[in-house]
């Protein structure tokens, strides 16, 4: 059986106002095929990831990959550190250290080299380590051959609204709740974030904590029209 789904034509917006163009045929294909299984029409509510220690990848659809390194999650606190990380063998188009507190609704946007940090506000707290408490289930795909063992693997989907837009996400999440890609549509340029080598705990808590060099700073303030988020920082 094969779900088939309609796109909004253009006009998404992406955690902010930025004007945006059609979404690319390329995407839509892709969500097409990642569909090409059959839904479920059972309740689900979105389920919350554990803690974890990964990889995380940043792309969109121009080929650019914008980051790739290092992510831990601390899903009861709702803390996410993730660097980018130079040495991998890809070219990314962004050098990030960012400490996120979404609970608390500030981050830092790090720069160990000189030690220096800066404190923000954030005003959409959407990220691609957990599932929106309002997503919906969209339905289960299962990729490879997942009857045979470690030939396949079943993904929840999970889709939903970007806040106060018209934009939307696709999530794709295992059995256990980890994240395997998020897809956020800002028609004229998709994001697609990745997880890899996930494993279920936080290895170093440290990185969780805000660096003495950072501590005692005051939160700068957001020009009028920004729009902080995690999503924001890889445009
Ligand atoms: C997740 O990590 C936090 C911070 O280290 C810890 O307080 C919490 O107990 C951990 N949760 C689980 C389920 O291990
Ligand atoms: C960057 O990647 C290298 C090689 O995988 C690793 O040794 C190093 O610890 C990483 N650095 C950060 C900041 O994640
Ligand atoms: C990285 O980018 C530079 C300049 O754009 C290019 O010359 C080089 O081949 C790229 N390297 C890789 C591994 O893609
Ligand atoms: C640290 O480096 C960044 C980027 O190289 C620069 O923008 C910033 O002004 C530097 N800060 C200090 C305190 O030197």
């Known amino acids: 059986m094969h779900t088939r789904l309609s796109f909004e034509p253009s006009q998404t917006l992406f955690c902010d106002s930025l004007r945006?163009?059609?979404?690319?045929?390329?995407v839509a294909l892709f969500v097409l095929i990642c569909f090409t299984a059959a839904t479920h029409a059972v309740h689900h509510q979105p389920c919350h990831s554990p803690n974890m220690t990964g990889i995380m990848s940043v792309m969109n659809l121009k080929g650019e990959t914008k980051a790739l390194?290092?992510?831990t999650y601390d899903s009861m606190g709702k803390k996410l550190r993730f660097r980018s990380n130079e040495t991998f063998p890809t070219n990314t188009s962004l050098s990030l250290d960012l400490l996120m507190f979404f609970e608390e609704g500030i981050f830092y946007e790090i720069d160990s080299k000189n030690q220096?940090?800066?404190?923000k506000a954030l005003q959409c707290t959407m990220h691609p380590l957990d599932i929106?408490?309002?997503g919906k289930f969209k339905g289960m795909v299962q990729t490879g051959n997942p009857s045979i063992e470690g030939e396949g693997i079943k993904l929840n989907v999970w889709t939903g609204p970007m806040p106060d837009t018209k934009g939307y996400y696709y999530m794709f999440s295992t059995m256990g709740c980890l994240p395997v890609t998020t897809m956020y549509f800002r028609d004229s340029t998709p994001l697609i974030f990745s997880q890899m080598n996930i494993e279920n705990e936080i290895k170093d808590p440290?990185?969780?904590v805000v660096p003495s060099f950072c501590q005692g700073q005051s939160v700068e303030e957001t020009p009028?029209?920004?729009v902080n988020s995690f999503l924001n920082e890889f445009i």
């Open 20 to 26: 945006t163009r059609k979404m690319s045929a390329a």
């Open 132 to 134: 929106p408490d309002d």
């Open 224 to 226: 009028e029209g920004t």
């Open 206 to 208: 440290d990185l969780l």
């Open 69 to 71: 390194g290092a992510f």
């Open 116 to 119: 220096s940090c800066e404190k």
